[in-house]
């Protein structure tokens, strides 16, 4: 996929001067596994989107612990640890695979931004899904058994178990190892999705955004 190909076809943008703009300024970046987009603390100097890979947001608890705050596998999603741009990270941001990130240099977005109307509802819109999606997570985490939140789990990252370490997934589902494993041990972790909680789901960035 060409920087074109991603704007064009995942984004949704189709003006012709907005294109040619962005196309000055962005690139597509190859991360190998556990490299960190961002650490906690830095400031931020690049807008990053998910092309294709697994990533995962996370910070330390009192007693240092890694805890996975989010993970983000659809195409044109943010990879931001903040909505704000203009405070130090609040997450350590890493890729959990090989990865294909699209980067923009934060000066440049704002500058696009002042003169594109496309681009202040994107980044607006990205805002709006990434509060909806936090709050979704800690209503499950709360309110749904870790059973439940296992089912979500494999209807809305497919595929995601067999790709990543399963700790970062028993940390993402607020449960530990041990009572993770139950549940992908089990047989009933093979049944049918058809009936899992309708919690939040991933829709195409072109229409979320």
Same mark, same amino acid.
């Given at each position: 996929?060409?920087?074109?190909?991603?704007?064009?076809?995942?984004?949704?943008?189709?003006?012709?001067?907005?294109?040619?703009?962005?196309?000055?300024?962005?690139?597509?970046?190859?991360?190998?596994?556990?490299?960190?987009?961002?650490?906690?603390?830095?400031?931020?100097?690049?807008?990053?989107?998910?092309?294709?890979?697994?990533?995962?947001?996370?910070?330390?608890?009192?007693?240092?612990?890694?805890?996975?705050?989010?993970?983000?596998?659809?195409?044109?999603?943010? !990879?931001?640890?903040? @909505?704000?741009?203009? /405070?130090? $990270?609040? *997450?350590?941001?890493?890729?959990? =695979?090989? &990865?294909?990130?699209?980067?923009?240099?934060?000066?440049?977005?704002?500058?696009?931004?002042?003169?594109?109307?496309?681009?202040?509802?994107?980044?607006?819109?990205?805002?709006?899904?990434?509060?909806?999606?936090?709050?979704?997570?800690?209503?499950?985490?709360?309110?749904?058994?870790?059973?439940?939140?296992?089912?979500?789990?494999?209807?809305?990252?497919?595929?995601? !178990?067999?790709?990543? @370490?399963?700790?970062? /997934?028993? $940390?993402? *589902?607020?449960?530990?190892?041990? =009572?993770? &494993?139950?549940?992908?041990?089990?047989?009933?972790?093979?049944?049918?999705?058809?009936?899992?909680?309708?919690?939040?789901?991933?829709?195409?960035?072109?229409?979320?955004?």
């Amino acid at each position: 996929m060409s920087e074109l190909d991603f704007l064009r076809n995942v984004l949704g943008l189709q003006q012709e001067d907005l294109l040619a703009e962005a196309l000055a300024v962005c690139k597509l970046k190859n991360v190998p596994k556990g490299y960190k987009l961002f650490d906690t603390g830095e400031n931020p100097t690049q807008i990053c989107l998910l092309v294709n890979g697994v990533f995962r947001g996370f910070f330390l608890d009192a007693d240092g612990n890694e805890i996975t705050d989010c993970l983000v596998i659809t195409p044109g999603y943010p !990879l931001m640890p903040d @909505s704000n741009l203009n /405070v130090s $990270s609040s *997450l350590t941001i890493e890729a959990l =695979t090989n &990865s294909l990130v699209f980067t923009l240099p934060i000066s440049d977005f704002l500058l696009l931004a002042q003169r594109h109307a496309a681009i202040q509802s994107l980044y607006q819109k990205m805002m709006l899904y990434s509060w909806g999606y936090h709050h979704q997570l800690k209503v499950m985490m709360y309110q749904y058994s870790a059973a439940e939140r296992y089912r979500w789990f494999l209807r809305y990252y497919p595929n995601v !178990l067999d790709q990543i @370490s399963h700790k970062y /997934v028993a $940390s993402f *589902l607020n449960m530990t190892p041990v =009572t993770l &494993s139950k549940p992908i041990n089990a047989t009933s972790a093979s049944c049918s999705t058809s009936d899992l909680l309708d919690l939040f789901c991933f829709p195409d960035i072109k229409s979320a955004f």
